[in-house]
Structures are given as structure tokens and as C-alpha cells.
């Protein structure tokens, strides 16, 4: 039939189901994300590069697109596999279809399959390599094709989804609905410099609420320029891929730590990690969802977060002397947080700027100000 | 923070009765606190008037009592037992409103009770609805404009202001009694008048309309460390206006983006830490303007809910059991995932299925009620489905309803379909599909229905490849048609129907396409973790998740939806099979498709199906199980029906032999076996015309009774003291053909009427216990009340009773449970009705007399014997007196004739223990609402033949200082006595007649037995005014005699109270 679609992984394990949209092949590292709603954050999600992404949710595209959730300017998703995509969009802010927004980056879209099957086979078998394709049927090629793409560890993605000039954001959040309890943006008082390694729209409108001005540099942006950019805080964002391969940042990194206040995010997380010198380690099919439980050490509460991501940062890696750990995973006792005893420094593995998720955790912004206030 | 230890007794409040808008939900919830509490160690002492529940079952507290749900017993319950704490959240707001009003009153300072869960002063501002929206309000979160008014001209003036149509909702009821949408002002005056006398401190609140909103709900629960979480997300399919109780309703929720989820969230978590909810789950209900987004929050319940039920069986995140153990101190991150063991309950479950939740109305019991939906909940029962998509769990959602009918394009008016898609009633989907088959645009529907787009598409979608399928034959069908339409949940029945083709012929077509149904589990995660319980549902995928086990297994077939004649008693009935099969050492599959029971739990079975009960989908689980026995005898009619084909594809059915089961139901057979047995039952015949009906009536001579043949609960009975009732009845009442006659027995008039519960092992018979009726003969069995032992049958005509229970047991060769309904008429013993299988009765007879009959009777279907139980011989004793009395829903249902009759219409049902019948009845009437008066003045009237009993009763009744009033030939017979009485004018003697002075309250009880034809009606009108202003009626002169002595027992001992494991073991050791 001419609307078949096939996703085969490098295991050889094959799925076939029907085309959505445009006629394509991608290929990329097969992650599954448990969240319910939010597929359009997480299909513009530059952390997602190099990423088939199957969402466990099985009815997909409902609520369309609108031109207000995207968590940058284009999907960074390679592809993506779903139960069952909806012909009709219905929202009172839909603008569009879900599966139009994908097709006019020819992101090819895999539906009617068993995706659960595929989750059960990922969790078991740890996230492997695959390929879409609506254009080849020969499915020992498409194995073959699966086997050929690079291996998510040690790939440096950062860098080629990161900002090649730098600029200035100064959006805050605007409501979704009259009812949205969102005031407006904080008057400006601090200036922040953020490493963008693929960073999400709601991290900057995030600072931007909180009385930030936010100057977003390329990920290979050196100390010293960050420095003359005078910033009172910096920001290492998510991102796509393995920290490790990120040599150049984290050495301009180490030279900032102690000199003005840092935050990081996710990748930002690892690479702050590894700044200090930990050691990171790839998890067998990383954490992408919703509702991750992470306890606050400092206070004992847990909080409901946004997580997505393959690597983590060991925390035995971490010099206790100088490092305190500040967040653990309940489900898994993965470090999901740690900040420096001396330096104005902290991070977290998670998503405290949600897009999609739980808003639990903003409470991290306020800290990060908190801090820029105190140096 | 770890559990307390400063508490070590804790009382859990019940819900009382089943009625409409709090139904098993709670014996789901109770339940599961009762389990959660004393696994932490605690003592727990359950109060629940409800003996058909699970959580009443002895084993479950230390102290169980099924007494009152009122300040009076409770408090001597808490002087008793001195538990340290109160927990007031899983009793539904029968438990809340009860535990209010002991902290109110004081009883709780008294004895140093806390109350744990909700604190007085939360469960004050969510109840409260102005307190409610100024604390929204107070935390910026919108709600609908309103004001409270406690008098009609206020609301009048404030309707006026912000313009019809609004909605009523007076406070403090229960399921939204007297609320409703006023969408004029004249209609205004009408629903405010009674809604400000329903509300018991009367006021109602007067809102603006959020009719056509997008509705939703969400479950949150939170611990004392304010750790908060959302269990689950729902959304209405059914918009703003309908109940949710009555809505159709969807998990999660279907069309909102995560920001406009993650405002709901926010709000949702803002006002519980507002209310100040400090331990457990509670619901927030929003609406959301459609077009522009703007939310409102509807309403908050500050405890466990039915849909706190719907979520933890949507999930299997079960929030009872989880708010049992915050409420006690615990941290959810302390409390363990059960289903994948290794992640803590502190998270928020994510599902890869959609689950889709029907309401069951029964608008067809109560003529004279309208069918409409509105903002009072009317449904008595509800399905859950789960599919992979929402067609497919809307398909098989449908199924799971069991309404028996089929609809085709006769049934629908064409000329109707605009009002009916703007007006929401019970057929609202039969007309959404009718209406697309009729070329009406998912945009048309829309605007008259204002339900989402996305949901009528889905609608479309199944209703497109149907019509697809109807131009193919079962020849020409391709595999991937065959596929898709069961990937969309459609039976095979239903695409049998489409390709001209039988159901089971359809069944191995689609197998030779390899088709067939695979098991996906519910694991609160998505998979992401490995699922320890095999919780299942059916799918048409590609991987089967079932992993049947190697061992020896029994599936039990529940019951389905609550409906009227088959409620908790059944539920009851399965878990505990499912109990007795553990304890034998079998595995036990439940199969059920109802939230709200017990048997739906996934810790109750050690396998559990949440299915349809189809035949289809029973041989898909047999298949994948391959069962070595499968139990139908204890989900009431459900599985019954499903006996003869199953054992027809080879399914094992152990217990009663299915063919059995249906020679009992079939007329002639049974007739020919009760001759045989030299058994009498009263004369009868069977029609298939009105013609033939009333030459069989004169026959019989007049009264009968006539009914359809295959009866559920009664349906569609008639009493018919005359040929045009009985022509009237052929004519417009009842569906019969030749296959199927009407059925016309001659009506034994004044009989006393008895069930018989027994255990038969096929040698041996138990009699459980013979339930005298105290309610007139002509009362459907399960609308009357009954004792235990019974209190007048002279011991001759007991000796009768047991001797044909035995003979008949063993002719239909009983294994297991069976029920007999004799009758009793002039010292004669009938059979009326033989059903070899588990009663009503079931769990009032085993918490009477302390023996579990339904776990022993599964014993006995896999083969023990009576004898391989320490049990006592013949029957089983009754310590102390017991009566269950029904309870009815007549006032969700203004219009109705609230008269009682052969057609069963109680929802649910109340017992009361007492050293004598008296004290018993006492206490039942006064747990089933109808509170006997302590003073006043009786109304009494008795036939002649009575008159000497009557007297008897009468002199009791001025003893204890009751004006009486009689009726001419009674009054002269109490008079001559030397009894005073005043004299009350029949209804066709003129007025002032009794059924003026019922209306003008002057009795405050009536007694009056039926006197036979020329009466008939009078006694109908007395008994509707009787019922209208909650004027007890007692029919018979025991229950009047019953009465008097209760009335004198509760004046010596006010509240006398027992727990039934001191009753039992009483009654062991005696």
C-alpha cells in the first residue's frame, strides 16, 4: 500500500504502520517520552536532535499546533512514532495541524503501531539506533541504514544545534488563556549570558519573567567574551547528545566558575559535572516524561518534574568535599542536582522551565536570581 | 516523617445504602482503607449500615458494625470502642457530612477522637460554596458569578441580573438533588422553591451558567510534607450542564495542550493547599469557556470520590489506599508503587491507553420521569472501558452497558434528531450517530451538542467504516477491513451484523486473518518499568503482555454495571469467590468492566481482565488463560446469560450445571419438575397475545401477576386485578413472541412471602437462612424488607419450606449457591421462583449468621464437600434478630409514583441487628431514611380477617401513648375493645379522607393491610402520599407489631449497639 511507513532498529526488530503526512526517511537514536500532552514542545525541543522520538500517549495531534508552544524556531525531532494521529485539530489556540508543522521540515511520522510494544522492547533492550522511511521497503536495507547511523555516545550535537550568532531575547511568558495567572514581566536588573547548546524558548522567557535580560551565545563562545559581555549570572542550557565531546565549553566553563553566578540545565547539568570534575555515563534508555518524582535534599520535598535525557552525571564521581548533591531521582536514585559548597554555582539534571510538564520546580529561577543578587 | 504512632484505633464511617450518586465507589474506597490502615498496624473499627459491602465483611476491621449512620449510634459506637481517630474521607458524603456533625456536636472532643484526612475546617470551605469561591477568588482562580440566596425573591432578582439561563445548586445534598437549570423566570420560581426545601439549611446557591463548557476534573492527592500530585486528568465528552455522574467521560484528558493542562494543574494543586485538604485525594472540577479558554473551577470534594474510583482504576494508582495511609502521617515518597515494586507513589501515573466511563440510567423503571440529563445526577451505575484509542474504548464501553438493544434507523424519529442533539438524554449517542448517518457534519453536531470536535470525529471515524463494512459481505471483507474494525473496538457481533453473518462465524473468519485479541496491562507508567500485576485489557496489536501462568485456574464472570436487581451484593458475591479460590490454592481471574467495585480492585483477584462481559471477550481471555473452570453463578443475571453458549465453545463452567440453570428458567420444564417433585406453585399459563393472556387471567381467576419470561429484577411486572390492566399491559408494557411468552400466574393475594438462600454440595443442603418478608405479598422480593430468623411462619410450614428447599437442590442437582422465593398462602407452601445461583441475599444472610456462604459454596464448586467445613447441619442459626430494608431513589425522580409493586426499584439496602425484630426493624427503618416516631399518632387499618391481630397491635400503639386513627370498621372493632381511636374517612367515603390527613401530616405512621381488589387503589394512594411526605407505611401486621415493640426497645435502650464479630462469636459459642 502506498501510505505504509516501517520503523526497523539496528536490533533488527521491525514495525510496520501507515505514513502521516509527508513521504520520508530519518534516522536517529529511538527514545520513548511517557508524557500525555506536549508533543509540540517536544517535537521543537533542540535537546531531541538526532532523536526518533515515540510518544507512549497514544492519540497524538488532538489539540493541533499553535504558534505559541514551540520550545524554539523548528522541530529538532528526526522522526517520530505514534498509535494514532489525529486527522482534526481541535483547540481554541490550534492554528494548524500537528502533522503539516513536522511535514514542512519533512519530519516523517509513523503511526498505527504498537507502541507500547516498542517502549517494552526500548526499556528492556536500552534506546538503540532506527530508521523511518516511507520510501524504502526493503527492510533488511532499512536495518542495515539503522546500523550505519553514529552512536549517540560520543556525539557532539550541541555544537551544530547551538545559535551561530549570539542575540538578545527579551520575551517573558505570555497567557495561555484569560485565566492564566501570569503577570508581567519583572523590570530588567540582571543580565544574564546563556550558553545555548539547544536551548528551549521557556528557559529564556523563564529569565525574562524574572527581571532578566538574556544575551544567548553560541556554545563555543569563550570565557573572556562572555566575561565582557559583563554578565551578572550565566546560564548553561540543555541540549542534545553526549556532554563529554563538549571539551572546548566545559574549558571555558572552569574558567568561569567562581567568577560570576552559574546555572545550568540538563546538558548544562552535565557539563557542569564535568566542569568540576565528574564523570558522566550514558543510562540505558535515558529519562524523557513528566513525572519524574526528584527529592530536594535541602528540604525534603519532592517535586513533580520534566526530564529528558540519555547521560547523567555519576555521583561518585563528585568530590563531596566541594560538591553538595542537591536532588536524587526516587524512581532510580539517579543525581539530579548539585551545587558547589564555595562557588556561586548550581544545576540540575531536569527541567524546572517545564514545556512541556509540571511547574514544580521554578522555584530554581528564583534561586538562580537569588544568587546573581548576593554576588 | 514516618507513620504515627501516637494513634492506634481509628473508626472509618461507611456510605450507608447504595443510591443514586454514591454507590460501590465507596465500598471500593472503605475497603481499601480498612486493608491499607491495618497492614500499617492500626486497629480499625468500621461503621456501615450497608450489609451488602465488602468492607462490612468481618475480616476486614477488628470491629465491624452494621448499625445506623446516625450522631446517636455512632457516638455509642465511639463510647464502646474509643478509637483515637476519625477518619472522615472514604465514606463518601454520607461519612463527611456524619462526621461533621459529630465534631459539631461534640461527640468527637468528648471522647479525644481526631479527625484525620480533612480537618472540620476544610471540609467547611469546600462544602461551602461561597466559602469555596471566595477562597478561589482569594487565590486569583476564577469561578462562575454567583450569589447565595435563602429566599425565592433573591434568587429571582439575581437570576434577572445575570440573565437565564443559571443554575441552582442548593447545599449540603447529595449527587446535586434539587439543583437544576433554570432558563426562565418562571421556571426559576419552581426549581428554587424546591431546592431551597431540599437543602437542609436551606439556601441555594444561584450561579451563571456555564452551560456548553468544556468539563474537567482532576485527581489530586497530597501528604502532610505538601507533597502534591495529580493522579490523573479528565475530561467530560459530555460538556458543561450534564452531571458528571451522567456524563460520558474520558481519561486523560483529550484536548488541551500541556499549557492549558498545566494551568488546570496549577489550579488544581493552588486549591487544595487553599481549602487546606492537609492528607489524601480530593477532585477539582474546572470548565473551560471554549472559545477563548477562560477557566473557571466548578467544585472541590475534599475526600475520595466516584471519580477518585474512575482514576485509580483508569490508572491503577490506587488513591483510597494511599489516602488511608497519608491520613495516618505517612509521605508518598515512603509509600511504594505496587505495580512496579520499585518506584515509590510519589509521581504522577502516566497511561498509554485511553479509558472511556459510561453511566447507566434506568429512566425505564420510573414512568412518568422524564428522560433528560441535566445537573442532578440520575444514572445508578457506570462502565469503564479501556482501549488503545478512544474509539476503541468507547466501542467496547457501549458494549459493556449490556442495554440489550439494537439500534436500528425504526427506532430513531427523524423529526427529533435536531431537539435530541440539543437536548442531552440517555440516547444522546444513538442520536449523535443516527444524525451522522443522516448526513449531519461533525461541525453541525457540534454547535447542538457543543461537544468537542475531536470526540465526534472519533464518533465518525467508527460510524464511516461501519457503513463501509455494510456494503461488503463476510466473502468479500478484506483482512485489513477486519483488522481495522477491531482495532476501533467493534464487536464481532456488530461486524457480523454489517456483513450479513453470525457472530461466531465472524469470530473464525477473522482468526484464519490472524486477528485476534492480544492483553496489554495497566501499569501507572507506560511501560516504562516492568509491571509485577497483571492488570489487563484487550487490544488488537501486535504484542501479547498476558504471560497466563502454569497454574490450576478459575475465572469468575462479575456483574457489570450497578443496575436496579444487580448491585454490590453480586460484587460481594465475586470477591469473595475470588478470596475462597486463593485460599484453595487456585489461581483467581476476575473478569469485570465495572470502577466501582471491590472486584475491579487489582489486589482482590490474583489476575484481573477489565473487559466487557461479552461472549467475545470471555473466549478471548479463556484463550489466552485457558481456564480450568470459570464461575457464573455469583455475578447475578450478567454471566448467567452467557452459561449456555460459553460451555457450547467448550468453556469449563464449574458449579451448577448451566443446563440446570436454565431449566429453571424455563416455564415449562420447571413446571413439569415441580410436578414431579409433587412441589405446587400457584397456577399458571403463558401468553403470546393480549387475547391469549386474558383468557388465561379468567382461567386463573383474577388477581394475577404477569411478567415477560426472562426477568431481570423484576422488569416490566404487573399486578392485575382486572382485564383491561392486563390487555393494557400486553398492549403497551412488555416484548414478547412465541419463543418468548408472557408469563400469567395467579397472584396469591394476603400470602406471606419467604426466600431461602441454601448451599448445596449435590448430596448435601445448607440452608442459609429463611427470610420472612414484612412487606405485602405482591412486593417485588427485593423491595421488601425481611427478617432473620423469621418472626411469625409457625415451625410446620418451616419444616415445609426446608424439606422442599433440600428436594428441589437436589433435583436441580446445586453446586454452590441457590435462592428459592416461596410463598405462603392460607397455611400453604408455593414455589414461586428457583435460582441456582447466588442471591441478593447472599451477604445479608452471611453477615447474620456469620458463615461466608459465597466463599463455601466455591468450595463446593471445585469439588469439597459440605462436610469438609466445621459447619452446622440443616441450616445455620440467627443469634439475634436481623432485617434489611430497601432504600429508594424516588426522590431523584419528581413525578414518579413512588408506589411499591412487582417491579423492583430500590437501589440499595440497610440492616438493622436488635435483640428483638422490634429493635431490628427499628433501626432498619430507621438506616433506610424512614425513622420510626417515638410519639404522634398511628393510622391503622386491617381487614377483617385480621382484626383480632390488629387489635392486639393497636393496644401496643396507645400503650405507648400514640393517638390512634382507624379507619369505620376498624375504629368500631377498637372502640368495642376499649381502645380510643378517632375515625377516618375512606377515600370514597368523602373528605376530609385519609389521604388528605396523610398530606396534612396528621400520622406520623400507617399501618394498613391490603384488603384485595376493592381497595387496591386506595391503598396505592395512601401508600404514594406515605412515601411523598416520608411517612413510614408498614403493609403487614408483623412489621406493625415489629414497629411497636421497636418504638418500645429504643425507649429503654436508646442506642443499643453490636459489632458483628462479637454477634458471630456469641453465636459460635452458643
Redesign the interface.
Same mark, same amino acid.
Given at each position: 500500500m502506498s501510505d505504509t511507513a516501517v520503523l526497523a532498529l539496528e536490533d533488527g526488530r521491525i514495525?510496520r504502520g501507515r505514513c502521516v503526512g509527508m513521504k520520508a526517511e530519518c534516522y536517529g537514536e529511538v527514545v520513548?517520552n511517557?508524557?500525555?500532552?506536549?508533543y509540540?514542545?517536544i517535537f521543537t525541543d533542540p535537546s531531541y536532535s538526532g532523536q526518533i522520538v515515540v510518544l507512549?500517549?497514544?492519540?497524538i495531534g488532538?489539540?493541533g499546533a @499553535?504558534g505559541?508552544?514551540n520550545e524554539s524556531a523548528r522541530p529538532f525531532i528526526e522522526g517520530l512514532a505514534v498509535?494514532?494521529f489525529?486527522? %482534526?485539530a481541535? @483547540?481554541?489556540?490550534s492554528t494548524g495541524h500537528a502533522a503539516d508543522f513536522l511535514s514542512q521540515q519533512r519530519i516523517p511520522i509513523i503511526s498505527e %503501531?504498537?507502541?507500547?510494544?516498542l517502549?517494552?522492547h526500548l526499556?528492556d533492550q536500552g534506546s538503540m539506533r532506527g530508521v523511518i522511511s516511507s520510501i524504502e521497503t526493503d527492510t533488511g536495507r532499512l536495518v542495515e541504514k539503522a546500523r550505519s547511523i553514529p552512536e549517540m555516545a560520543g556525539l557532539d550535537l550541541a555544537s551544530t544545534v547551538s545559535t551561530k550568532q549570539r542575540y538578545e531575547w527579551s520575551r517573558g511568558v505570555d497567557a495561555?488563556?484569560?485565566?492564566?495567572?501570569v503577570g508581567p514581566a519583572e523590570e530588567t536588573k540582571y543580565h544574564v549570558v546563556a550558553y545555548d547548546f539547544g536551548i528551549k524558548h521557556n528557559i529564556l522567557r523563564s529569565l525574562v519573567q524574572r527581571g532578566c535580560k538574556v544575551t544567548v551565545v553560541p556554545s563555543l563562545t569563550s570565557a573572556e567574551d562572555v566575561l565582557a559581555l559583563k554578565p551578572d549570572g550565566v546560564f548553561l542550557s540543555n541540549g542534545p547528545g553526549d556532554p563529554e565531546p563538549l571539551s572546548e565549553p566545559i574549558r571555558n566553563i572552569r574558567r568561569l566558575v567562581g567568577r560570576t553566578p552559574i546555572f545550568g540545565i540538563c546538558l548544562g547539568h552535565q557539563v557542569l559535572g564535568l566542569t568540576v570534575g565528574g564523570k558522566t555515563f550514558k543510562l540505558k534508555f535515558g529519562h524523557h516524561?513528566?513525572?519524574?518524582?526528584v527529592?530536594n535534599e535541602r528540604t525534603?520535598?519532592?517535586e513533580?518534574t520534566s526530564q529528558n535525557h540519555g547521560f547523567a552525571v555519576d555521583p561518585d564521581s563528585l568530590d563531596a568535599s566541594h560538591i553538595e548533591l542537591t536532588h536524587t531521582n526516587?524512581?532510580d536514585h539517579t543525581l539530579e542536582g548539585f551545587r558547589s559548597r564555595k562557588d556561586p554555582l548550581f544545576c540540575v539534571q531536569y527541567h524546572p522551565e517545564?514545556?512541556?510538564?509540571?511547574?514544580d520546580s521554578r522555584y530554581l529561577f528564583d534561586e538562580f536570581v537569588e544568587l546573581m543578587k548576593k554576588s | 516523617m514516618a507513620k504515627r504512632t501516637d494513634i492506634h484505633k481509628i473508626l472509618i464511617i461507611g456510605s450507608g445504602p447504595i443510591v443514586i450518586g454514591q454507590a460501590c465507589e465507596f465500598d471500593y474506597s472503605g475497603t481499601q482503607a480498612c486493608k491499607a490502615l491495618r497492614d500499617e498496624g492500626y486497629e480499625v473499627v468500621l461503621v456501615n449500615s450497608n450489609p451488602a459491602t465488602i468492607m462490612t465483611d468481618p475480616g476486614l476491621a477488628e470491629q465491624t458494625y452494621v448499625e445506623p449512620l446516625t450522631v446517636e449510634y455512632v457516638r455509642e459506637i465511639i463510647a464502646r470502642e474509643r478509637p483515637d481517630a476519625l477518619l472522615s474521607t472514604v465514606g463518601g458524603q454520607t461519612g463527611l457530612n456524619l462526621s461533621v456533625e459529630l465534631a459539631e456536636k461534640g461527640v468527637l472532643d468528648e471522647f479525644g477522637v481526631e479527625l484525620i484526612g480533612a480537618k472540620i475546617e476544610a471540609i467547611k470551605k469546600a462544602e461551602d460554596r461561597l466559602l469555596f469561591k471566595d477562597a478561589m477568588r482569594s487565590i486569583?482562580?476564577?469561578v462562575p458569578d454567583s450569589k447565595l440566596v435563602n429566599n425565592l425573591e433573591d434568587g429571582m432578582e439575581f437570576g434577572a441580573e445575570v440573565g437565564y439561563p443559571v443554575v441552582l445548586r442548593p447545599s449540603f445534598t447529595l449527587g446535586g438533588t434539587g439543583g437544576g437549570l433554570a432558563y426562565n423566570s418562571e421556571e426559576m420560581k419552581e426549581l428554587c422553591a424546591r431546592a431551597l426545601e431540599l437543602s437542609p439549611v436551606h439556601e441555594v446557591l444561584i450561579e451563571e451558567s456555564v452551560l456548553g463548557w468544556k468539563e474537567f476534573e482532576l485527581e489530586v492527592m497530597r501528604d502532610l510534607?505538601?507533597?502534591c500530585?495529580i493522579v490523573c486528568?479528565i475530561e467530560n465528552f459530555d460538556p458543561m450542564g450534564v452531571h458528571t455522574g451522567d456524563s460520558l467521560t474520558v481519561a486523560?484528558?483529550?484536548?488541551?495542550?500541556?499549557?492549558?493542562?498545566?494551568?488546570m494543574?496549577?489550579?488544581a494543586l493552588a486549591c487544595l493547599r487553599e481549602i487546606g485538604v492537609d492528607t489524601g485525594g480530593s477532585n477539582v472540577q474546572f470548565a473551560?469557556e471554549?472559545?477563548?479558554?477562560?477557566?473557571?473551577v466548578i467544585e472541590m470534594n475534599p475526600r475520595v470520590s466516584r471519580s477518585s474510583a474512575l482514576a485509580s482504576k483508569a490508572t491503577g494508582f490506587p488513591i483510597a489506599k494511599i489516602a488511608a495511609k497519608l491520613a495516618v502521617g505517612m509521605r508518598?515518597?515512603e509509600i511504594p508503587n505496587d505495580i512496579t515494586r520499585?518506584?515509590?507513589a510519589?509521581?504522577?501515573?502516566?497511561?498509554?491507553?485511553?479509558v472511556v466511563k459510561l453511566p447507566k440510567w434506568q429512566f425505564e423503571k420510573f414512568p412518568g420521569a422524564e428522560p433528560l440529563l441535566g445537573v442532578q445526577m440520575k444514572s445508578i451505575g457506570e462502565v469503564m472501558s479501556i482501549g488503545?484509542?478512544?474509539k476503541h474504548a468507547l466501542s467496547k464501553a457501549i458494549r459493556s452497558l449490556e442495554t440489550g438493544k439494537k439500534f436500528s434507523e425504526d427506532d430513531f424519529d427523524p423529526a427529533k434528531i435536531d431537539q435530541r442533539l440539543i437536548t442531552p438524554t440517555p440516547e444522546r449517542l444513538n442520536y449523535i450517530r443516527f444524525a451522522m448517518t443522516k448526513g449531519y457534519s461533525?461541525k453541525q453536531i457540534h454547535e447542538m451538542t457543543r461537544i468537542?470536535?475531536?470526540f465526534l470525529?472519533q464518533m465518525k471515524h467508527l460510524i464511516d467504516l461501519q457503513a463501509e463494512l455494510e456494503a461488503e459481505t463476510v466473502d468479500t471483507v478484506s483482512g485489513e477491513q477486519l483488522e481495522q474494525a477491531k482495532r476501533y473496538g467493534l464487536s464481532d457481533k456488530r461486524v457480523a451484523r454489517a456483513l450479513g453473518s453470525g457472530e461466531l462465524a465472524l469470530r473464525a473468519k477473522r482468526k484464519e486473518h490472524g486477528i485476534q485479541a492480544v492483553f496489554?496491562r495497566v501499569d501507572t507508567?507506560?511501560?516504562?518499568?516492568?509491571s509485577f500485576t497483571p492488570y489487563l485489557y484487550s487490544a488488537y496489536?501486535?504484542?501479547c503482555?498476558a504471560e497466563p501462568t502454569e497454574r490450576r485456574k478459575v475465572m469468575i464472570l462479575g456483574s457489570g454495571p450497578n443496575r436496579i436487581g444487580q448491585g454490590i451484593e453480586f460484587d460481594y458475591c465475586c470477591c469473595h469467590a475470588s478470596y475462597a479460590l486463593q485460599e484453595l490454592g487456585y489461581e483467581s481471574i476476575m473478569v469485570n468492566c465495572n470502577p466501582e467495585t471491590v472486584s475491579t480492585d487489582y489486589d482482590t483477584s490474583d489476575r484481573l481482565y477489565f473487559e466487557p462481559l461479552t461472549l467475545e471477550n470471555v473466549l478471548n481471555i479463556h484463550e489466552t488463560e485457558k481456564v480450568d473452570g470459570v464461575i457464573v453463578q455469583f455475578g447475578g443475571q450478567t454471566p448467567l446469560t452467557l452459561a449456555l453458549p460459553l460451555k457450547q465453545q467448550g468453556v469449563p463452567i464449574i458449579g451448577t450445571d448451566p443446563e440446570s440453570i436454565d431449566l429453571a428458567e424455563d416455564r415449562e420444564r420447571f413446571g413439569a419438575l415441580l410436578a414431579d417433585l409433587q412441589i405446587p406453585q400457584p397456577e399458571n399459563g403463558t401468553a403470546a397475545s393480549p387475547k391469549e393472556a386474558c383468557r388465561v387471567a379468567r382461567s386463573l381467576g383474577y388477581p394475577v401477576l404477569v411478567r415477560p419470561s426472562y426477568v431481570l429484577g423484576g422488569r416490566a411486572m404487573v399486578i392485575a386485578y382486572d382485564e383491561a390492566t392486563v390487555n393494557s399491559y400486553m398492549r403497551e408494557a412488555v416484548v414478547y413472541s412465541q419463543e418468548r411468552p408472557v408469563l400469567v400466574d395467579r397472584f396469591l393475594e394476603n400470602a406471606t412471602e419467604v426466600d431461602v438462600d441454601a448451599l448445596c454440595d449435590g448430596d448435601e443442603v445448607l440452608i442459609g437462612g429463611i427470610m420472612e418478608h414484612i412487606e405485602e405479598a405482591g412486593v417485588h422480593s427485593g423491595d421488601s424488607s425481611c427478617v432473620l430468623p423469621s418472626a411469625s411462619i409457625p415451625e410446620k410450614q418451616l419444616a415445609t419450606i426446608r424439606h422442599y428447599t433440600v428436594r428441589l437442590a437436589k433435583a436441580l442437582n446445586v453446586r454452590g449457591l441457590m435462592n428459592i422465593q416461596y410463598a405462603i398462602h392460607n397455611g400453604k407452601v408455593y414455589v414461586i421462583e428457583v435460582n441456582p445461583r447466588a442471591s441478593r441475599t447472599v451477604p445479608y444472610v452471611s453477615k447474620s449468621t456469620g458463615y461466608p456462604l459465597a466463599k463455601i459454596a466455591v468450595g463446593l464448586m471445585v469439588g469439597r464437600k459440605l462436610s469438609d467445613y466445621d459447619l452446622p447441619r440443616g441450616m445455620l442459626p440467627v443469634g439475634k434478630n436481623c432485617v434489611k430494608s430497601p432504600v429508594f431513589p424516588f426522590n431523584k425522580f419528581p413525578g414518579v409514583d413512588p408506589i411499591l409493586g412487582p417491579e423492583m426499584r430500590s437501589t440499595g439496602e440497610v440492616m438493622g441487628i436488635g435483640e428483638t425484630f422490634g429493635e431490628a426493624f427499628a433501626k432498619a427503618q430507621l438506616s433506610a431514611g424512614t425513622a420510626l416516631p417515638d410519639k404522634g399518632a398511628v393510622f391503622i387499618s386491617v381487614t377483617e380477617r385480621e382484626r383480632a391481630e390488629g387489635l392486639d397491635v393497636a393496644r401496643k400503639f396507645a400503650d405507648l401513648g400514640f393517638r390512634i386513627y382507624a379507619t369505620r370498621g376498624t375504629a368500631y372493632a377498637l372502640r368495642a375493645a376499649g381502645i380510643e381511636c378517632t375515625v377516618g374517612l375512606k377515600v370514597n367515603e368523602g373528605r376530609p379522607n385519609i389521604v388528605d390527613l396523610t398530606k396534612d401530616r396528621r400520622f406520623d405512621l400507617i399501618v394498613n393491610s391490603p384488603a384485595g381488589a376493592q381497595s387496591f387503589q386506595d391503598e396505592k394512594t395512601i401508600r404514594r402520599a406515605a412515601m411523598r411526605y416520608r411517612i413510614p407505611c408498614l403493609t403487614t401486621l408483623s412489621a406493625a407489631r415489629a414497629a411497636a415493640e421497636g418504638i418500645a426497645a429504643r425507649r429503654e435502650h436508646p442506642a443499643r449497639v453490636e459489632s458483628l464479630q462479637r454477634l458471630h462469636a456469641r453465636q459460635t459459642a452458643a
Open positions: 514495525f520513548f511517557t508524557g500525555i500532552a506536549g509540540q514542545e507512549t500517549n497514544p492519540q488532538n489539540y @499553535n505559541e508552544d498509535r494514532e489525529s486527522e %482534526i481541535s @483547540n481554541w489556540r %503501531i504498537d507502541t507500547r510494544a517502549v517494552r526499556r495561555c488563556s484569560p485565566s492564566e495567572l516524561g513528566v513525572n519524574h518524582p527529592r525534603g520535598k519532592v513533580i526516587l524512581n517545564a514545556a512541556p510538564g509540571p511547574h | 486569583g482562580l476564577d510534607a505538601d507533597n500530585i486528568s486523560p484528558a483529550q484536548t488541551l495542550t500541556d499549557r492549558e493542562y498545566q494551568m494543574r496549577d489550579g473551560v471554549p472559545n477563548t479558554g477562560r477557566m473557571v508518598l515518597d520499585k518506584t515509590p510519589c509521581f504522577e501515573p502516566t497511561i498509554d491507553y485511553v488503545r484509542t478512544f461533525v468537542d470536535p475531536w470525529q496489554k507508567c507506560a511501560a516504562e518499568f516492568e496489536e501486535e504484542e503482555e
